[in-house]
């Protein structure tokens, strides 16, 4: 059975930092997309982040230049430093991770900044 647990969430301030991480368990992800999504009280899931296999990451327009995306591969896990956090960062954060013939998701993790 295959599962993505999210860890490290919480409450912080404004400015502050959090590094989430995703740990895959019951195949690897080594050779696919290990991504975070976000997604705030009344509004849709959005991509914040991802990382492929081969290297190549994506951020979205908000986070630039204050997230960063990594991965260990031997750990099969995903992580998501984000520094000068700001009051429009609230949300639950999703790790999702896909490859070839199989998707999945975590169960989400609250990240609350205060200003």
């Known amino acids: 059975q295959v599962q993505l647990v999210e860890s490290g969430g919480g409450l912080v301030q404004a400015g502050g930092s959090l590094r989430l991480s995703c740990a895959a368990s019951?195949?690897?992800?080594?050779?696919?997309?290990m991504a975070w999504h976000r997604q705030a009280p009344g509004n849709q899931r959005e991509l914040v982040a991802s990382?492929?296999?081969?290297?190549?990451?994506y951020y979205a327009d908000s986070v630039k230049g204050r997230f960063t995306i990594s991965r260990d591969m031997d750990k099969n896990t995903v992580y998501l430093q984000m520094n000068n956090l700001k009051p429009e960062d609230t949300a639950t954060y999703y790790c999702?991770?896909?490859?070839?013939?199989?998707?999945?998701w975590g169960r989400g993790i609250q990240v609350t900044v205060s200003s």
């Open positions: 019951g195949t690897m992800f080594s050779d696919g997309h």
């Open positions: 990382a492929s296999g081969s290297g190549p990451t």
């Open positions: 999702y991770a896909n490859r070839p013939g199989l998707s999945a």
